[in-house]
């Protein structure tokens, strides 16, 4: 699960997301087509060529106010047309910690 | 306990305004992110994979009931109802909001509590033996000390701007706690052959992406000049160390490439021009003695070392088995330190409740005239315990499940959030943690085994100090897949070596049998019982262990 906080050539080998975390609560959110945020993966905007990424990820970034962080995560699509994390970072910041908590959410 | 002054008080409170303000400005988009990061973790404040993650200094690791408390509170009120304590006497709270960062910095001021020097490129939290002030055969108080180079240093630009972080330990007992020399300075208070009291020097120790056992810069510093010596320290480092290479940072770098006596001939003729040209600091009586009273000790009682409550409990199987390894002797005849282990059987090592902390606090307060300290270990101690008082005091703790009689053996794991939780990890450590607490969970076996550590980080960070465990645990990714690399033989006390690595990483599914494994080797490989895993591996190397681990896999 390499860090993506160094990420800098834009390069996708599949679908991707731009996800980041809300400014003032840190939530994990997703940008949207409709150019705003969302913690709902589902409403992630889906981008597959790296010129996409490079656009959505500029116009993540340049929301400075609302989400910090701002990169391009791999996700997979179902059949269902479901979007699902890539990878085990991406699934954990999704779904939460793999352990139970010590105080029950 | 050390008492707070004014000056302290409004320090504290002044810096909370400020970030009151900075959060302000962040939130209304007058501060840009790049703006901001560096003011947030002035403060202790990260981001991590689902929330900001704020951490709070508790210096030297000694906290009052009211503390505790407080800390409880925070975490209730802001959190999710727990904290972290890490492996650096700090305690991290997961999911708090940045707009209700001030408010929460506010409520810990009050009972004298921050987050100076939890994060940055600047000196942090100064850690110290946890049980200083109480250990028998101890020099003096190390408090002492790590709270007046918390002071110097304190917002000092010499030491607030470095080229990386610089994280100082101080003990004063032969037997090392605070894991000195994996500190960039490390400093061992003891008395030379003329009485005097002061310092062994160390510098350049450190875990991380290059691990290396810190070295005698100075054999000897006396303590009127400990803050113009670190100083000196720290002049060098700002003026050589790197700041192009974030990898290459770290003062023990530094050290390395320009190799201990070259550096310690700079820092000994930035130290002498210092003196020559009275700008080096020199403490006098007053000024120790000055901190040494706002250190409170308990008033003890004439108690027997062996009272009848005691003589009773014995009987009790396991009572016994907390006792021997949860109580160490007390520099006061009649009392102990008991060691409050955060390590359950499946539990997430170092994390305590909301109402545990509060139930500690109150047994404190019942206990341990309201002292509790914080191990770098991640376990709790209290420090001032009436030896007729253990049986009491174990009943209670057994209630809020803080009396697994563990600590120092196989269980007692130290481990860094991972993957669960921090945004640099690339594989968890927390699951493997809890899968070994279960795998090794008899109390007899893990008794046979003896005095073992085991420390799992999830990146080459090493916030977990894999290197420095008898068996360490290092998370990798390969392939977008967690695999673990085992070392062994490392160890962080005064005999302090970097473990060895015995092969190949392992995938996740099997770290708990490769350990058993190993164990398993220990066990048919030792002279004699009492031959520590640590002192077999030395004897006989890490190859009879590789083979045992790999020979089938």
């Known amino acids: 699960m390499t860090s993506p906080l160094e990420q800098k050539k834009i390069r996708i080998a599949g679908p991707s997301v731009v996800t980041a975390n809300r400014t003032w609560d840190g939530v994990v959110i997703y940008r949207t087509s409709q150019h705003g945020w969302s913690s709902d993966l589902s409403d992630a905007a889906v981008i597959r060529t790296s010129d996409e990424a490079r656009a959505l990820l500029a116009e993540s970034v340049a929301d400075d106010v609302g989400a910090i962080g701002a990169y391009i995560a791999p996700v997979e699509i179902k059949d269902s047309g479901k979007i699902k994390p890539g990878n085990l970072r991406e699934h954990i910041r999704l779904q939460g910690v793999t352990i139970e908590l010590p105080v029950p959410a | ?553």
Not at chain 2, 39 to 54: E, I, S
Not at chain 2, 413 to 439: F, H, K, V
Request: proline letters at 4%; a negative charge.
């Open chain 2, 1 to 553: 306990m050390y008492a707070y002054d004014e000056l302290d008080r409004t320090l504290i409170n002044e810096r909370v305004s400020e970030f009151r303000d900075q959060v302000k400005r962040r939130l209304s988009g007058e501060l840009t992110e790049d703006e901001f990061k560096m003011l947030r973790l002035q403060n202790g404040v990260y981001l991590q994979l689902h929330a900001y993650m704020f951490r709070v200094a508790i210096p030297y690791g000694t906290l009052s009931s009211k503390q505790l408390r407080r800390l409880a509170h925070v975490a209730r009120r802001y959190d999710r109802g727990y904290g972290h304590f890490t492996t650096r006497q700090n305690i991290q709270f997961n999911w708090i909001k940045l707009a209700e960062l001030p408010d929460a910095l506010a409520d810990l001021a009050d009972v004298g509590i921050h987050a100076m020097q939890t994060s940055g490129n600047n000196t942090r939290n100064v850690t110290s033996d946890q049980w200083a002030g109480v250990a028998p055969g101890e020099i003096a108080d190390p408090r002492i000390w790590s709270e007046l180079i918390r002071q110097y240093t304190t917002l000092h630009p010499e030491f607030s701007f470095l080229p990386r972080k610089f994280k100082f330990a101080i003990t004063a007992s032969a037997h090392d706690r605070a894991a000195i020399k994996v500190h960039d300075i490390g400093l061992r208070l003891y008395k030379n052959a003329e009485g005097e009291t002061g310092f062994e020097v160390l510098v350049g120790g450190g875990l991380g992406r290059t691990p290396f056992i810190g070295k005698t810069i100075k054999p000897f510093v006396h303590g009127r000049d400990l803050l113009s010596y670190v100083e000196a320290i720290l002049r060098v480092y700002n003026q050589y160390g790197r700041r192009d290479n974030i990898y290459k940072a770290r003062i023990k770098i530094l050290v390395h490439e320009l190799g201990i006596e070259k550096f310690a001939q700079e820092v000994e003729d930035e130290w002498q021009q210092m003196r020559a040209t009275d700008t080096a600091l020199t403490l006098d009586d007053a000024m120790i003695e000055d901190i040494r009273s706002r250190f409170s000790y308990p008033a003890y009682e004439k108690l027997p070392h062996m009272p009848d409550e005691l003589k009773k409990a014995a009987h009790d199987a396991h009572f016994e088995a907390w006792r021997k390894n949860s109580v160490a002797p007390h520099k006061v005849s009649g009392y102990a330190i008991v060691t409050l282990s955060l390590k359950p059987v499946g539990g997430p090592p170092g994390d305590a409740t909301a109402d545990q902390m509060d139930a500690v606090a109150d047994l404190a307060d019942k206990y341990s005239f309201g002292e509790i300290r914080v191990g770098h270990e991640q376990n709790l101690a209290l420090p001032h315990v009436a030896r007729r008082d253990l049986p009491a005091l174990w009943k209670a703790l057994d209630k809020i499940d803080l009396a697994t009689p563990n600590v120092n053996l196989i269980t007692d794991i130290i481990a860094c959030p991972g993957l669960d939780y921090c945004s640099l990890a690339n594989a968890r450590s927390i699951p493997i943690a809890q899968e070994l607490t279960r795998r090794f969970a008899n109390h007899d076996t893990a008794n046979l085994i003896g005095r073992l550590h085991i420390n799992i980080s999830g990146c080459i960070n090493a916030c977990g100090h894999h290197h420095v465990g008898h068996i360490g645990i290092l998370g990798v990714e390969k392939n977008g897949e967690e695999f673990y690399q085992i070392t062994i033989g490392g160890r962080a006390d005064e005999n302090a070596e970097v473990g060895t690595l015995i092969g190949p990483a392992v995938p996740y599914g099997e770290v708990a049998d490769v350990i058993e494994d190993i164990v398993e080797a220990y066990l048919a490989l030792r002279a004699q019982p009492d031959e520590l895993f640590v002192d077999t591996v030395k004897r006989l190397g890490v190859e009879p262990f590789r083979e045992r681990v790999y020979a089938t896999r």
